[in-house]
């Protein structure tokens, strides 16, 4: 299949580079994008032919950009687009559906789509060692990802990060490091890491080709709508680029042809009340986000202080007609607890975010109740147990014997749960 | 005494390959000033045609985000204060 991406173009004044490993512009400091021959994707791109293909994020591979065939997360993506019609009824709304990429092959988040494109891109560079700055779920997957394809990682990630995604990252042998500091100081040493040792960072050098993968989560939630675009996305924001990603898949499959009617989708953000930057900047009608010097939330894969995509994620968030809200930590709890209890999905503290900013704007009135939502859902819950381990009682203990358990169910009180229904022939 | 401007090494393309600047002024906004006039490579690419400040510039006083600071820019400098230009933030 051919190359149908033509270069990488800054985002602010449009200047054409080739595809090389950077991520600004040298003119104007501007993030790269990479783009596409459109009118070429079009011609060589059809459903049938998408959906004749295994389903997995690399079924959109025209508008992903590598010039060869996928080498790094071939099963990666195709999670599913689960209608929630437990949770609908609990918030009040018509149609509610959950994108579901707690359950992403390999490491159980979104970001196995964007590592599996900068892996795949690196090899083509021809990176041996690759690495990255992490809040937790990058690392998971940036360590399996180069543990399958034989390259040499190196993860940088906040000393204070959850154990299991610390763990979850050195089972894989990746060479770990925990840098005391913010995310955002993480981030500035691998910025300086990257260049000096000219590995391939997956979010800093090769973040324009890294970026593009998370596009995959935009095209199968329009494939699995029935080729149409929803009318309300909510969408957890860290580094900010997610959201942006979606809507950019929503339009590229307007541009070439896959879906007939133009995006109309509001775009909605979340974020944490202790790490607020784009949230902050959308609600004051600020140009630019102020970055926060030291987040304080229990949801650190979204503890982003200084987000690269803030600027471009709050502007879209205006011009869709979308908005953006952050929730408090109790709030990120009970959103992870309703997910759980309504729709049996566990998502990770991001999940709970979304969730909790979803029900936030419903009640504000700026998602209609009768109009039809996307919840993203980007991570797992058995990451960040530890948040969730107060709100959930432990359950009761008996000895093996029938006597013992009439006891307990005659006396519902001291179940953890509400006593079940009986089922009657 | 002057501030000193430190130039990361992916910044110094700009600055003809000086790695430490002393630049004069009383604020961060003021010694960035004085390191575009030193170097008139930066000039277009620190600020645009009006004059503003670009918004991916990213400086850091004595490590930390200037944008964080209340003053942001505006934010005073001491001739002990150590001032750093770095890439534009990406990550995430």
């Known amino acids: ?425 | 005494m002057p501030v000193t401007f430190k130039i990361d090494n992916e910044m110094r393309q700009f600055t003809e390959g000086v790695g430490t600047v002393p630049v004069a002024g009383g604020t961060v906004a003021a010694a960035l000033g004085d390191l575009a006039k030193q170097y008139p490579k930066l000039q277009s690419r620190l600020y645009n045609a009006t004059g503003a400040l670009n918004p991916f510039v990213m400086v850091l006083v004595n490590d930390e985000d200037v944008r964080t600071f209340d003053a942001e820019w505006e934010t005073p400098v001491a001739d002990t204060d150590v001032l750093e230009l770095l890439p534009p933030t990406s990550g995430g």
């Open chain 1, 1 to 425: 299949m051919p190359d149908f991406s033509t270069g990488l173009k800054c985002r602010l004044c449009g200047k054409m580079y080739g595809k090389q490993p950077t991520n600004f512009c040298p003119d104007d400091f501007g993030p790269l994008e990479v783009a596409y021959d459109y009118a070429a994707v079009r011609l060589a791109i059809s459903r049938a032919a998408i959906t004749a293909r295994p389903r997995n994020m690399w079924r959109y591979r025209e508008l992903l950009p590598l010039e060869g065939e996928p080498t790094v997360g071939p099963q990666v993506g195709g999670t599913p687009l689960i209608r929630a019609r437990r949770l609908a009824e609990e918030l009040g709304v018509k149609t509610l559906w959950i994108k579901n990429d707690a359950v992403n092959f390999p490491t159980l988040s979104f970001k196995d789509r964007v590592v599996s494109v900068a892996l795949s891109k690196a090899r083509e560079f021809g990176f041996t060692t690759v690495g990255c700055a992490s809040t937790g779920n990058l690392a998971n997957s940036v360590a399996a990802n180069a543990a399958q394809a034989g390259l040499e990682a190196f993860i940088f990630v906040p000393a204070d990060l959850e154990r299991a995604k610390i763990l979850g990252t050195s089972v894989f042998g990746a060479n770990v490091i925990g840098v005391a500091g913010t995310y955002d100081e993480v981030n500035r040493l691998c910025t300086k890491v990257a260049f000096k040792y000219n590995w391939g960072f997956v979010n800093i050098n090769l973040r324009p080709f890294y970026a593009e993968g998370s596009k995959t989560m935009g095209f199968e939630i329009a494939e699995d709508l029935g080729w149409r675009f929803p009318q309300h996305v909510v969408c957890p924001m860290a580094g900010g680029a997610l959201i942006g990603k979606i809507h950019k898949a929503f339009t590229e499959m307007h541009a070439v042809g896959l879906v007939d009617t133009p995006v109309t989708t509001k775009m909605h953000g979340a974020q944490a009340a202790g790490c607020n930057p784009i949230t902050d900047c959308v609600k004051a009608n600020r140009e630019r986000h102020k970055p926060i010097r030291k987040p304080n939330t229990i949801c650190k894969s979204l503890a982003i202080g200084d987000p690269a995509d803030g600027i471009f994620a709050a502007k879209l968030i205006r011009n869709t007609g979308g908005w953006a809200e952050d929730v408090t930590d109790e709030e990120i709890v009970e959103g992870m607890l309703q997910l759980a209890r309504t729709e049996g999905v566990f998502a990770e503290t991001a999940g709970g975010t979304t969730l909790a900013v979803a029900k936030k704007l419903i009640e504000q009135g700026r998602i209609p109740r009768d109009e039809e939502i996307v919840l993203c859902i980007t991570g797992n819950g058995l990451k960040t147990q530890d948040c969730v381990g107060e709100a959930i009682e432990w359950p009761a203990t008996i000895k093996p014997a029938i006597e013992e358990f009439d006891a307990l169910y005659a006396d519902a009180g001291s179940l953890s749960h509400a006593k079940p229904e009986l089922v009657t022939a």
